[in-house]
């Protein structure tokens, strides 16, 4: 799964907002285009389509009252006029060099040729070596393969023509940018889209918090922005179907789930600003060299005091609060994307980059490493493919643009609700694959995998895990008469024991999750859209075949580009 960014997404969405709160003072661009996109996720399994039922227990914890979200937008039936709102628009992505960034820009520049620029920020010592790494990371990435073709020859000349890269970090003051730079954005960019995070679960909550109140002061001139700072699990620990509804001063989970009276008004609200101040204080009190271990430490104890999971789920909440609190009158985009996998449809099936999520799960499984985990065998991996997590980002950029109404507008791209895949399910679909299509291992032969065996304690776990390593190792006759296992028999285990319990350890809040994503809104983004927009930017996740997508799609793809092609037999390389 992705990682998670320490205060980066608040750092960010304070910055920019602050800039649009002051827009009046910029007379060069109109609020019209003004959006803002963050893009996080959220909760409970409604309805089973293609494998087991998941019944929703809980009613909703959460209002459904979205009146942000104005679906009469299309009323004609026109659509939303995607195309017709990103041709010649300018953009800023953060985040291009990483998984989703690469997809967005591949899919702008293929279907909306005529924009007219997109800046993109990029971490690099100087514009050299920013440049080298728009070539190298981001051009002559194989999603790309389909604009190479159409352009032939004159493939670097368009793209170069197209994407400008620009020197940054989100986590510095300015972005990073320089400020002659920071002006010429400012006058220039429609659209800004944040992708930009560091996808560690449990990531230090240090360093991206400094700098903030500079970020406020310079950020004020940007006029026209839209800002995707997509998050998985936002929603934290609420249980039951949650609905699409951004996150406001004040709000924590733990807050909600108090029973009115006099615990609820005892319990501090959460206040983004008092956590930047406890977190720079507390660092300043810590020694150097155990620095980043104490900041993980208050960062997921100060997250799970407020009702989130871990450090990622709980910056993204935050970047979420101060959108909220400083949006002023700029529409603002959330897209909450839950897991994001390889590539649906477009620009083909199976594209995908890095060893994300459920991966290396299934990696592990399918080299026969791996044989139980600690998971709920009915609970639910909420999935989306990278495509539709980027056509629903342009449909709500052209819809919120044109409209130019400011308001926060949640969608939640997630299949939980409307298609939920269930983790035994999952298991038994891997199992399928890596039956008809075992890997193979370094002396050619297939390595044949059993059933996987979920477990819903972490002692069940580590006992089969025991035992498991024990039987591989082929040395259970070491163990005295009195069962007990010698030194050596133990050393051999004991590391990939620790490591599967590792594993099972950071996905526990995500393997027992209790939350499931609703989607109305996004259904109904989809809904404005006409049949031809449809066709090109769909994202219809209720009718994905999950037996299809895990098969056929992700795992191939997975095989292909993450382990290029790494235990595949001849016939399927
Ligand atoms: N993947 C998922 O399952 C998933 C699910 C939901 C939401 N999301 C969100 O979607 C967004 C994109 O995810 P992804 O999977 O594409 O992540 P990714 O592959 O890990 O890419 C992260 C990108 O952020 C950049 N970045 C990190 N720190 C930065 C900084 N301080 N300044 C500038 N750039 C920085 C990275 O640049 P470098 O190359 O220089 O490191 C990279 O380009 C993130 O916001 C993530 O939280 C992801």
New binding site residues.
């Given amino acids: 799964?992705?990682?998670?960014?320490s205060l980066?997404?608040s750092n960010v969405s304070k910055n920019i907002l602050k800039l649009s709160s002051n827009r009046g003072r910029c007379p060069l661009k109109k609020i019209n285009n003004v959006i803002y996109c963050q893009?996080?996720?959220g909760n409970n399994a409604v309805k089973a389509s293609k494998l087991s039922a998941v019944v929703t227990e809980r009613t909703s914890t959460i209002s459904t009252d979205n009146s942000s979200n104005d679906l009469r937008f299309s009323p004609n039936g026109n659509g939303i006029g995607i195309i017709k709102f990103l041709r010649g628009k300018t953009f800023l992505i953060?985040?291009?060099?990483?998984?989703?960034?690469?997809?967005l820009i591949e899919k702008i520049l293929r279907t909306v040729p005529d924009v007219n620029k997109i800046f993109v920020?990029?971490?690099?010592d100087n514009k050299e070596v920013a440049m080298h790494?728009l070539k190298n990371?981001v051009l002559n990435a194989d999603i790309f393969k389909n604009l190479k073709q159409v352009h032939g020859k004159s493939y670097y000349t368009f793209m170069l023509s197209k994407l400008v890269p620009v020197v940054?970090?989100?986590?510095?003051t300015h972005?990073?940018l320089d400020k002659d730079l920071t002006n010429v954005i400012a006058k220039e960019v429609d659209v800004i889209v944040?992708?930009?995070?560091?996808?560690t679960f449990d990531e230090r909550q240090v360093n991206?918090s400094v700098t903030k109140k500079s970020y406020m002061k310079h950020y004020r001139e940007i006029t026209v922005c839209f800002i995707?700072?997509?998050?998985?699990?936002v929603n934290g620990q609420r249980q039951g179907r949650i609905m699409e509804k951004p996150f406001c001063s004040g709000d924590s989970i733990t807050k909600e789930t108090l029973s009115a009276g006099v615990h609820k008004n005892s319990f501090s609200s959460l206040n983004v600003e008092d956590e930047i101040k406890l977190i720079l204080e507390s660092k300043q009190a810590i020694e150097d060299n155990i620095v980043s271990q104490k900041m993980k430490e208050l960062g997921l104890e100060r997250a799970n005091k407020f009702g989130w999971q871990d450090t990622?789920v709980f910056t993204?909440a935050m970047g979420e609060l101060m959108i909220d609190k400083m949006r002023s009158d700029v529409p603002v985009v959330i897209?909450?994307?839950?897991?994001?996998?390889s590539t649906y449809r477009e620009p083909f099936s199976g594209w995908m980059?890095?060893n994300?999520?459920m991966d290396p799960i299934i990696l592990h499984y399918g080299k026969g490493q791996l044989t139980g985990f600690l998971v709920d065998p009915n609970g639910v991996l909420d999935v989306?493919p990278?495509d539709m997590?980027v056509n629903a980002t342009l449909a709500a950029i052209a819809k919120h643009g044109a409209a130019g109404k400011p308001g926060s507008n949640v969608y939640q791209v997630a299949s939980s609700v409307v298609n939920p895949l269930v983790f035994k399910d999952l298991a038994t679909l891997l199992f399928d694959h890596f039956n008809s299509s075992p890997y193979i291992d370094s002396k050619g032969r297939p390595i044949h995998v059993p059933r996987m065996k979920l477990f819903s304690s972490r002692e069940e776990l580590s006992f089969h895990l025991w035992r498991d390593a024990i039987n591989k190792s082929g040395l259970t006759d070491t163990a005295d008469p009195n069962g007990k296992l010698s030194r050596k028999l133990e050393n051999i285990c004991r590391k990939s024991v620790e490591q599967a319990k590792y594993l099972a350890h950071i996905y526990e809040p995500y393997t027992f999750y209790g939350g499931r994503f609703d989607n109305s809104n996004t259904q109904r983004l989809m809904e404005c859209m006409s049949k031809e927009e449809i066709r090109q930017f769909g994202f219809d996740v209720e009718n994905i075949d999950w037996k299809d997508y895990i098969s056929n799609v992700h795992i191939p793809g997975l095989r292909k580009h993450v382990m290029k092609g790494r235990g595949l037999s001849s016939s399927s390389s």
């Fill in positions: 799964m992705e990682a998670l960014c980066s997404s893009s996080s996720s953060t985040g291009a060099t990483g998984f989703l960034g690469k997809v920020l990029i971490k690099a790494r990371e940054g970090n989100v986590s510095e972005l990073g944040n992708s930009a995070a560091n996808t991206r995707l700072l997509p998050t998985a699990y990622y993204k897209i909450r994307p839950s897991v994001i996998e980059e890095g994300r999520m989306v990278a997590v």
